[in-house]
């Protein structure tokens, strides 16, 4: 490991029982597979992840703050990766009713599952496990949870401020 980081947010949406993904296509960091909404930070907002989190999801689906209701970190995970250490902020919202969502997008397809589909689609491993987790248990609380992750799991548990 020679010190190098890489940033990444991503936003997952909630309607009902559904959960908006996006299967992304093209990423230097991800083979094709579905994920949330998200991307690298810009230098700027490299003490703002709320920020960098709302410029992807403006840039890869249209979708503005406005079309959101509780948008919320939930999720800080590491892990080291192909000789970096890569930290990923995940936020979850619920979409606001009214607002409408593309099916298309600037890095792949947009879609709704239902939440008992997810398990079974081929994800990222912190992002499947980060989800896995959520369904489980972080979907009943209003938590932060901090996470590192493994080629095994997810290991997770509350941030607390102290």
């Known amino acids: 490991m020679d010190g ?7 936003v997952y949406i909630l309607d009902g029982d559904r959960i908006l993904l996006l ?11 579905w994920c ?3 991307g690298h930070f810009m230098p700027e907002e490299l003490g703002d992840a709320r920020a960098c989190a709302l410029r992807e999801l403006e840039e890869e689906s249209g979708l ?25 902020y995940f936020f979850f919202a619920r ?4 607002s409408t969502v593309p099916a298309t997008s600037s890095e ?12 079974a689609l081929p994800m990222p491993l912190t992002a499947g496990q980060m989800l ?6 972080g979907r009943h609380t209003r ?6 992750t493994t080629p095994e799991q997810l290991a997770v548990t509350p941030l607390e401020d102290f």
């Open 95 to 98: 979409l606001r009713p009214g």
């Open 132 to 137: 896995a987790h959520y369904l489980h248990t």
């Open 64 to 88: 503005g703050e406005g079309d959101l209701l509780d948008l919320r970190l939930r999720y800080i995970t590491l892990c080291q990766k192909n000789g970096e250490t890569r930290q990923n």
């Open 36 to 38: 949330g909404i998200g």
């Open 143 to 148: 938590l932060l949870y901090g996470g590192i």
């Open 23 to 33: 299967y992304r296509v093209g990423s230097r960091v991800v083979s094709p597979s």
């Open 108 to 119: 792949g397809q947009l879609r709704w599952f239902s939440l008992g589909e997810i398990a």
């Open 4 to 10: 190098k980081l890489r940033n990444m947010t991503s």
